[in-house]
Structure formats: structure tokens, C-alpha cells
């Protein structure tokens, strides 16, 4: 080091499919963390969660070293353990004994060594991805109507539309640039009208046009009846649908859907049909409201038969929009990272496909047909039908529906390797090796976004301790294992090689195409910058990769899509946090958002269930059952029920919503419905609550109810349980692990009630609330009291210390009741007026739908 600043950094957020540019500076305080002005997806933007990158690449828990059966071993001997271990299960039992199950955080050069591996040279296409419960659907559907899985615009096509409508996606939550796009577009021309159809009043709908608050599943329905009224109006384009077949088909099937189980008044039925159908400049995005769905690929079809219908694809401010989840679900699709798809865009199923492949990669094998998707091939591990699988940077113990039996399989298989950043996940758990792996900010390679992009993801720190690149380890097995074809030095080679592979591909009428950079060199590929792959918009010229040329409408059955059951439980995902929260909840500032899990239900559900306001509810379905906090809302309708995916055994043991969720799967695309599952709810009558705060993080207890996250200085948790503790003082003891600290304490046993105080020098370092109901505490200032001098044990701040409440703008730190406060004095009643006064909302914005939403309730209390 010369003591000269580090060079700034541009790379690419690893979060949500937007895939924002980055500019990333470590210094000795951290690193710096901006939006990338010059990245074509967020042109500066970042949200709270990219803007809280610096946050995350702490070592606390970051996994340092090889381990077999938890002993530090050497790569060396780790790498030869998994090669030998495979070798011998395809050897025993063949090739289909063996299975990968990847993830849309891996880089495109992992993914293309991982799938090569697999399918050229392993023989078996059992490689699957957790891609496959994000955007399977969308895959299936664009191959049915196109031929190819081609998005067909980009992102500016949102900005250029005269009509936005967004399909059961919460884009202010999950996409939050685009969503800051579109509604800087709408603010910069009001007359861009812009609808959300989602069963959910989420965040997405405040502010928009029109909200069709759809009965779940029912989407291909209303488009069914939006293309018989486009007949009906004779706004088909009947020259464009000289390249369109099955246009007959799809009307029929059409015709046979009844709006009325869309559940929607028939008057917005109408007005809806009427906006879209007389306008030109139309785009419909979607994400997994449409995706994870049993009929996923069928509301895909019929979204996609109406803009075949009118010709109103591939044009400036026309198109269907896919929306991806994860940061590379897009490079997954490229390199064939699912099952039932090869490299480039190559067909599995084509034998002219494979033999292309096959000779490509001078491989020995090759699978011959799809191999298993994500619900079989965990399935097929718990039928100890696949003995040996590698797991690469996801937590299928937590995010595949039916989880616990996803658990109980992967613990009865003889050999499980995990790769990942740390072995703090409940997937990592059931590892026989652990292998190290580098994270955002060390990691070297390229990922694609939503809109086709592929961008660099640069290192701009050291991999810790023994931590290794995937590809690397990928590569180094495949080597073990006697196989050619995997000596690459750096992931530039990898990258040369994908590319060179598309030319191949394209050769057989393949729409990927970036052969020009076959030949790049390291310096090239480390100056390489962002760009759309293929054309910048496909399909208005009428050409399509199937095999006459055409596209194909696709007939969509009216199917109900509902399972019966008194309640329905949707589930999603948080502002804040991102899937098992492996990185988000190291941030403070992003833990404070919604720092509890939850389930949102309606008001009458609520009292039929004898919920009240922060109640605890019981979750229950024949795969599992859960603990949440109420959280009553008419932003759910009646019977339906909404929450989080994120919570694991390490925050929140009785929060892993997707053990409830039955695996039941569209038969297109394999990708399960995460959204309607049949639960029953019970009032959890629980004898005491608790909230505690400690310095140290406190040991997830699965007796009753638990719940940690992150504060600044230490963690805060929510407790409940039905067996009163004999001692309370005792129970704080061995909570906090401070069986000798002295403590202060107040104890009321007539109400019930108990507060503890545990100081280490003057200073607070842990604190413990107890009580027979509900806590009313004023908990934002119990936690900043924690490391502090001042007491805490009022649980409310004295008479001239404002409690801030929850966290609204994770950015600037602005609490609920400061916001409130300053829309009560008259002096902040618009969005813009808090941002003067208060700086909500001014930086990444993604807190704007909230504020939007307190001012709407101040209004209707003032009304009323
Ligand atoms: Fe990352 Fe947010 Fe951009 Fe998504 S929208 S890529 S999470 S900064």
C-alpha cells in the first residue's frame, strides 16, 4: 500500500434481477458504496439495499476454510473427498445418482462450468437452480410463444409506454429502481397511466392509476377475456398475425373463461379492457405473482396472446416484460442452467442440440434427455435416489416449498457438499463438506439482468482466509475426476468459451449471440462494458425461433387455480431484506425495517380468527406449522393471508414460512406455487411475551416464539412462550449467557410483569422486558439505549426524548412516529415536504410508497 486512495470500483449489485451498476472504494473505515451514473439499468439509482452494501461484507460469520463432518481440512483433501465421492456414486449407481442444485447469485462463468460439468461430461442433466422457483414459468411460457426464452424489450421501454401494467409483481419492493424509473416517467408525464394487478394492495399500488385487486391465480383469466374483447373490438392486428399460428386455438379457449372468477367489479373489468385495448404503447411487466403459480406458464400464454394479438411486442414502449428476481437468474437461462435446458439457448430435447454441444465441448457423455427440476430432484434425494449432491449458494432448507421435508431428505443423504460464504445457514447444516466460497466484492465475472445486459461483477477486496471462486472449485472437481476441458485460469477463459459456444448455437437459429467476444482477452473482458446481448428489441419484425418462423398463440384453459381451504397464504418478500437474509440482516439499518416476521391479515379474518393488534398467530398445513405476529390490514383481501420468506432456524426457528407450503408445481415449467397454499390459523395464546436486547447475539430458541434481528450495537429479539419460566431472573441468565453479571431489575408478580438490566462497566448490555400481554414498549429507544449509560427500564424515554419508532427510511434513519409527528404539525403533507423536512425518501427513495401510505391515512383520519 503507498497510502493512496483505492481506486473506485464499477461492478454490479448482487441483489434483485434490475441489476444496478455499482461504484464500490474500500477505505480504511470501509467501503464506500454508489450508483454507477453511468450504468444504463439505474443511471446513479441504488436502493436502501444496494445503498447498504458497505453494511454486509463483514467477517462475523463468513465460512474461512474447507471442513468435512465440521473439522478444518485442506482444499486439497476437501476437493479429492467430493471427487471421489462422485465418482464412486455414478460408478455404483450411475450417473442420474448425482445431483447439483445451483442459485441465481452464481456469476455466469460458475454457472457455465457447473452445467458443463453436468450435462457434458457427468452425463445427467440433474442440475438444477432455485432460478427455477423464481422465473421457470416466464422460461416455458417465452419458448412456447417465441420458440426461444427471449425477453423481448428493456427497460426503457417502461419509461417510453403510454400503459404500465404490472402482474402480480411488488415492484417498489422488489425491483425498486425500475419502480423508481416508471414513477419518475409518470411524475415527468402524468399521462403515462400506469395499473397493478395483484390480489395485494402493496406498495407498488399506491400512487398508480388503477389497482385490480384479482382473485389469486386468476390472471390468465382476465387476459383470456381481455383477447375475446380485443376480437370482440376488432383491434387485432391483422398483419401482424401473418406470423402468428393458433390465434383460432387461443380465442376458443378464451371464450370459456368467466371474468367473473377474476373476483373484479365488472365496471373496472371494462375500464381496464377499455385502457388497454385503446392504446397503442403498451407494456405488461411481470414477476412471481405470475410465475409462482401451478399455472404459471399459462398466465404467461395468455399475457403474451394479447400483445401477439395486437402486434404489440418489440417496438419502443411496447413489449411483455419478464421481470427476474435474482441478480443472475438471466445467466442461469444462458448457460443452461436448468434441467431441461442446454447451453446458449440449445434445446436438451433436440438431438442435432446436443450433438452440437457435445462436439463443442469434445465431451465424453451427454445427457440425452432433462434431467430433474428442483421439487423431483429434492424429492428424488429424500427417495435416496440421488446419494450425492453439491449445493451452490442457496438454502433450499428454507426456500423450497414443503421444507422440512427437503431437510429430512438432504440429512438422510450420504453425501451432501455445500458451497457458501457461511456455514450460518440451516442448509450448511446438513453438509458432510463445506467448501469456502468468495462473496460479492471478491467474486471476478459477469452476471445478465432482466433486460438482457450482461455487466461485470468486479472484486474489489481479498477473498478471506481460504475462500475460492466456484468456477475455480467447479473446475478443480471436474479435474479430479478425470475430465479434460476444465484447466481454465481465470473466469475471462470461461467467459471466451460461453461466448464462442454461442456462435455454435447461433449457427443453429439460436437467438444468443455474443460470439463477437469469443477471442476477448483478460484485459478486454476487465474493460468490458455493460451491454444488451442479441438485438435491442426482438420480434416486431414479425420473426420468431420456432421452427416455421412464427409465433404461437397458445390456447389457456380456464382453470381453477385456487386450492380450497378457509385461508389462502401467499408469500414474498420484504423492502429490506433479501431471501434467507445471509446478507441483508448484517445491516443494522436494513433490520429495522419490519424487524419482526409477520403475517398480514384483513381486519374480519383477524376477528373471526380473535386476533388482535400484535397478537401471535399459528400457522398451520399438512407440511408444517409456523408462529408470526399478526399484522391486521385491508391490504389483503378477505381469506387470503401474506408473509415474508426470509426468516431461517438461525433468526426466527417458527418462521419458515415455505415448511407450510404444499410443493405443488405447474407441469410446464416444474416451478412451485408459493402463493395460494391452503392453511389454518389459531390465536397462539401464549402465557408471556418478552423483548429483549443484548450486545451478543441471543441462541434461536424453537420452544414457542423467537425472533432476533440487528441493531447498531448489538441485536433486539421478540419472545413468547406458554410455560412460565419458574424463575425469571434465571431465564434472563441463560438467555443472555450472563450467569454472574450483576443486574437490576423490576419485578411486579400481581400484573405479571418483569424488566432486567444487565450493565458491564456503566454500560447496558443486555435488557430483558417481560409481560402477560402484548408489550407496548417504546422499543427503538430501548435499543439505542443499548452500550449506553442512560436507563432503559421505563421502556419509554423520559418526558424530553422523542421515540422515532420504526424504521421507514432506512437511508436517513427517519422513524415512523417522526414522520408522523412532522404530517400532524401541518408542516409535511406531501411526499416532498417530508423529504425537506425530515430527508425520508430523498436518497434511494424505495420508502416513498410508505410515505405515501402514512400521508393517505392521516388524511382518512382527518376526514373522518
Ligand atoms: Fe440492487 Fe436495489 Fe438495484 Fe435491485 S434495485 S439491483 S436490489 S440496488
Known amino acids: ?256 373463461s368467466d371474468l367473473a372468477e377474476t373476483g373484479l367489479p365488472q365496471g373496472q373489468i371494462e375500464a381496464f379492457f377499455r385502457l388497454w385495448t385503446g392504446t397503442e404503447k403498451v407494456v405488461t411487466l411481470w414477476s412471481q405473482g405470475v410465475n409462482q403459480s401451478r399455472v404459471g406458464t399459462d398466465k404467461v400464454n395468455a399475457i403474451i396472446n394479447c400483445h401477439l394479438a395486437t402486434g404489440r411486442i418489440g417496438k419502443p414502449g411496447m413489449g411483455t416484460f419478464s421481470i427476474t428476481g435474482q441478480p443472475n437468474a438471466m445467466g442461469g437461462r444462458e448457460v443452461g442452467g436448468l434441467a431441461n435446458m442446454l447451453a446458449c439457448h440449445l434445446d436438451i430435447e433436440r438431438s442435432d442440440h446436443r450433438d452440437a454441444v457435445q462436439c463443442f465441448w469434445a465431451s465424453p457423455t451427454m445427457a440425452q434427455q432433462p434431467g430433474l427440476k428442483a421439487v423431483d430432484m429434492f424429492r428424488a434425494v429424500g427417495a435416496g435416489k440421488i446419494k450425492a449432491i453439491w449445493i451452490i449458494h442457496t438454502n433450499p432448507v428454507v426456500t423450497m416449498p414443503e421444507a422440512d421435508i427437503v431437510r429430512a431428505a438432504l440429512d438422510l443423504c450420504p453425501f451432501v457438499v455445500v458451497s457458501d460464504v457461511t456455514a450460518a445457514t440451516d442448509t450448511a447444516r446438513c453438509a458432510h463438506v463445506l467448501l469456502p466460497a468468495a462473496g460479492w466484492g471478491e467474486k471476478d465475472g459477469t452476471v445478465t439482468n432482466s433486460e438482457r445486459r450482461i455487466s461485470r461483477q468486479r472484486p474489489f477486496i481479498e477473498p478471506p482466509g481460504e475462500a475460492r471462486p466456484d468456477w475455480w472449485a467447479l473446475c478443480q472437481v471436474a479435474q479430479r475426476m478425470g475430465f479434460a476441458g476444465f484447466d481454465h485460469t481465470g473466469p475471462h477463459e470461461i467467459f471466451a468459451e460461453h461466448a464462442a459456444l454461442s456462435g455454435v448455437a447461433a449457427a443453429l437459429g439460436g437467438d444468443f449471440d455474443i460470439s463477437a467476444h ?125 408473509a415474508p420468506m426470509h426468516w431461517t432456524s438461525q433468526n426466527a426457528p417458527m418462521a419458515r414460512i415455505d415448511a407450510l407450503v404444499a410443493a405443488q408445481t405447474d407441469p410446464m415449467s416444474g416451478q412451485p406455487d408459493l402463493k395460494a397454499s391452503a392453511i389454518e390459523l389459531f390465536r397462539y395464546d401464549a402465557a408471556w411475551y418478552a423483548f429483549a436486547v443484548s450486545a451478543q447475539p441471543l441462541t434461536a430458541n424453537s420452544t414457542g416464539y423467537f425472533a432476533q434481528m440487528k441493531t447498531m450495537n448489538g441485536w433486539r429479539a421478540e419472545l413468547a412462550g406458554r410455560t412460565v419460566p419458574d424463575d425469571w431472573q434465571a431465564f434472563a441468565r441463560t438467555l443472555f449467557a450472563l450467569p454472574e453479571m450483576p443486574v437490576a431489575s423490576v419485578i411486579d408478580a400481581k400484573k405479571g410483569t418483569a424488566r432486567f438490566a444487565f450493565h458491564e462497566g456503566g454500560r447496558l448490555i443486555a435488557a430483558l422486558f417481560i409481560s402477560r400481554r402484548p408489550l407496548v414498549l417504546a422499543r427503538d429507544h430501548i435499543v439505542a439505549g443499548l452500550l449506553g449509560e442512560q436507563g432503559v427500564l421505563a421502556g419509554q424515554p423520559g418526558g424530553d426524548q422523542a421515540d422515532s419508532g420504526a424504521t421507514v427510511c432506512s437511508c436517513l434513519n427517519v422513524g415512523v412516529n417522526t414522520i408522523r409527528a412532522a404530517i400532524e404539525s401541518g408542516r409535511a403533507m406531501s411526499v416532498e415536504a417530508i423529504g425537506r423536512h425530515l430527508g425520508a425518501g430523498t436518497n434511494c427513495g424505495s420508502c416513498r410508497p410508505e410515505l405515501t401510505d402514512l400521508l393517505a391515512k392521516y388524511a382518512r383520519l382527518a376526514a373522518e
Open 1 to 256: 500500500m503507498d497510502g493512496s486512495p483505492a481506486p473506485v470500483i464499477r461492478t454490479t449489485c448482487p441483489y434483485c434481477g434490475v441489476g444496478c451498476g455499482v461504484l464500490a472504494r474500500p477505505t480504511p473505515a470501509g467501503v464506500e458504496i454508489a450508483g454507477d451514473p453511468d450504468h444504463p439499468a439505474n443511471k446513479g439509482r441504488l436502493c436502501s439495499k444496494g445503498l447498504a452494501l458497505g453494511e454486509t461484507l463483514g467477517l462475523d460469520d463468513r465460512l474461512l476454510e474447507p471442513r468435512v463432518h465440521g473439522r478444518k481440512v485442506s482444499w486439497d483433501s476437501a476437493l479429492s473427498l467430493v471427487a471421489e465421492r462422485f465418482a464412486e456414486t455414478i460408478r455404483d449407481h450411475g450417473p442420474d445418482s448425482v445431483a447439483l442444485y445451483v442459485s441465481g447469485q452464481l456469476l455466469t462463468e460458475d454457472y457455465y462450468v457447473a452445467n458443463k460439468l453436468m450435462k457434458g461430461f457427468i452425463g445427467s442433466a440433474n442440475i438444477d437452480t432455485n432460478s427455477r422457483l423464481c422465473m421457470a414459468s416466464s422460461v416455458a411460457g417465452h419458448k412456447r410463444a417465441f420458440g426461444s426464452d427471449t425477453v423481448p424489450g428493456q427497460y426503457d421501454d417502461l419509461e417510453l409506454a403510454d400503459v404500465v401494467v404490472l402482474v402480480g409483481s411488488n415492484l417498489a419492493w422488489c425491483h425498486p429502481v425500475i419502480y423508481q424509473r416508471l414513477i419518475a416517467a409518470k411524475a415527468a408525464r402524468p399521462a403515462l397511466k400506469i395499473v397493478v394487478i395483484d390480489p395485494r394492495r402493496t406498495a407498488t399500488c399506491d400512487g398508480v392509476d388503477m389497482h385490480l385487486a384479482i382473485a389469486p391465480g386468476q390472471d390468465a383469466t382476465l387476459f383470456n377475456g381481455l383477447l375475446v374483447h380485443l376480437a370482440t373490438e376488432r383491434a387485432l392486428n391483422r398483419d401482424y398475425l401473418e406470423n402468428v399460428t393458433g390465434v383460432g386455438d387461443a380465442l376458443r379457449a378464451a371464450r370459456e
Open 518 to 642: 469469443a477471442g476477448i482477452t483478460r484485459e478486454n473482458y476487465d474493460a468490458l462494458v455493460p451491454f444488451i446481448w442479441g438485438k435491442i428489441r426482438f420480434f416486431a419484425d414479425g420473426r420468431f425461433h420456432t421452427p416455421d418462423g412464427k409465433a404461437r398463440m397458445v390456447p389457456v384453459a380456464a382453470e381453477p387455480a385456487t386450492p380450497p381451504g378457509r385461508y389462502r397464504l401467499n408469500t414474498g418478500r420484504n423492502r429490506d431484506q433479501w431471501h434467507t437474509m445471509t446478507r441483508t440482516a448484517k445491516s443494522p439499518r436494513l433490520s429495522q425495517h419490519l424487524a419482526e416476521p409477520y403475517l398480514e391479515i384483513h381486519p374480519d379474518d383477524a376477528h373471526e380468527v380473535g386476533l388482535s393488534a400484535a397478537d401471535l398467530v399459528k400457522l398451520r398445513s399438512p407440511h408444517g406449522t409456523a408462529i408470526l405476529r399478526a399484522l391486521i390490514t385491508d391490504r389483503v383481501r378477505r381469506g387470503e393471508v401474506f
